[in-house]
């Protein structure tokens, strides 16, 4: 389990998370997205960031995705949001 800074969220498999430009760069010209988080990279990559899998819930379903974010960044969201 990682913890994150910001928030001191837990992050463990089946949460939910919104995903946006202060998570990261990658994800500046978009509105933002829910990531349901089904695993955490091991490796510490840079202090601060992680390697998230999961998958991109929207109105149309579900995509696979794996996401570089800075925790501080990252925002639960309610379990109905996520998709639970």
Known sequence: MARCCR?????????????GRRASVQFA???GL?????AVEDRLISHGRVWLSGYELDRR?????????QLAGLWATVPEVAGN
């Open 7 to 19: 928030a001191r969220l837990a992050l463990e498999p089946g949460q939910g998370f919104k995903i």
């Open 61 to 69: 379903g579900a995509a696979r995705r794996e996401i570089f974010v």
């Open 29 to 31: 010209r978009e509105r």
């Open 34 to 38: 829910v990531f349901r988080l089904t």
